[in-house]
Every structure is written in C-alpha cells, then in structure tokens.
C-alpha cells in the first residue's frame, strides 16, 4: 500500500476522536446500596483454581474408580450389595469414595454458582437459586458421608 492510497472508513469502524467519541460499554450489572464499593477478597480466583484443581483430582478419581471397580473386578455384573459391603470395609474405599462424592458435589455447586452468576439478572432470582444450590449440595454432601461412614452390610 503507497502513501497515496486512502483507507475509507464505514461510519461503525470510523476513527475516533472528540467529534466521534467510543461507544460506552456499560457493566453487566449496575451497582445498587448493598453492592459494596470494592472487594478487597479473591473469590472468584479461588473459585477459578478450584474448579482447575478439582476438574485434575476428579478425572484421576473417576477414571481410577472405573478402572479398578467395573475393568479390573469383573465388570457391572459383581456390583451389588455384598461388593460395596466387601469395598466399604475398607478405609481406603471410604475415603478414596468420599473424596470423590465432596470434589464433585463442590465441583458442581461451583460451576452452577458460576452459571447462575452469569444467566440470573435479578437479584433476588439469583440469592434463591443459589440457595436452592447450597442446600442440596450440603444435603447430598451429608447425606452420602453419613451413608459411606455408617454403611452396616449385616442389615436385614
């Protein structure tokens, strides 16, 4: 391209300048009275690692609980009642068990806290439906830990 040649602007990729200022952006979300000013915390950063975080140890859980449960003991076909009650006599089985069930409830309940955040406009409509998420991930949470930890195979 020479010195002579001319590039002609659309009026939408025009240069800007004090008679044509830049289009205003506006935030997703205006801040109300009980938006605090500044956030002096990292949530969301931590939120972030830990979804990095968890997503590594989960795959490495899962596919570790696959492998070893339905490839290396005989398939679907050995889970039942007496298989859980033989592995949950183990403490490794336990913890290796719970430690799955709280990484991906928490995994989750992270990344709906995420979706909800970004999809739910009103305030309101948000505090509930993250409410909704917390509670079931606490229940689900407590609920299967009292299950691995107070599982009886001599129930009749």
Do not use: C
């Given at each position: 391209?020479?010195?002579t040649?001319?590039?002609?602007f659309?009026s939408?990729?025009?240069a800007?300048?004090?008679?044509?200022?830049?289009?205003v952006?506006?935030?997703?979300r205006?801040?109300?009275?009980?938006?605090?000013?500044?956030?002096?915390?990292?949530f969301e950063m931590y939120?972030?690692l830990f979804?990095?975080?968890?997503?590594?140890?989960?795959?490495?859980?899962?596919?570790?609980?696959?492998l070893?449960q339905?490839?290396?003991?005989?398939?679907v076909?050995k889970?039942g009642?007496?298989?859980v009650?033989?592995?949950?006599?183990?403490?490794f089985?336990q913890t290796?068990?719970?430690i799955?069930?709280?990484?991906?409830?928490l995994?989750?309940?992270?990344?709906?806290?995420?979706?909800?955040?970004?999809y739910?406009?009103?305030d309101n409509t948000?505090?509930?439906?993250?409410?909704?998420v917390y509670?079931?991930t606490?229940?689900?949470i407590?609920?299967g830990?009292?299950?691995i930890?107070?599982?009886?195979?001599?129930i009749r």
């Amino acid at each position: 391209m020479s010195a002579t040649d001319h590039v002609e602007f659309s009026s939408s990729s025009a240069a800007f300048g004090p008679d044509n200022p830049a289009p205003v952006i506006e935030p997703p979300r205006a801040r109300t009275k009980r938006t605090p000013r500044s956030t002096r915390t990292n949530f969301e950063m931590y939120g972030w690692l830990f979804m990095r975080l968890s997503g590594i140890v989960l795959v490495v859980l899962v596919i570790g609980h696959l492998l070893i449960q339905l490839v290396l003991d005989g398939g679907v076909t050995k889970v039942g009642f007496a298989f859980v009650a033989g592995r949950w006599a183990s403490p490794f089985w336990q913890t290796w068990d719970l430690i799955m069930l709280w990484l991906a409830m928490l995994h989750g309940s992270n990344g709906l806290r995420t979706v909800i955040n970004d999809y739910a406009e009103r305030d309101n409509t948000r505090f509930w439906l993250k409410m909704l998420v917390y509670t079931a991930t606490a229940f689900t949470i407590i609920l299967g830990t009292l299950v691995i930890f107070t599982f009886d195979p001599n129930i009749r």
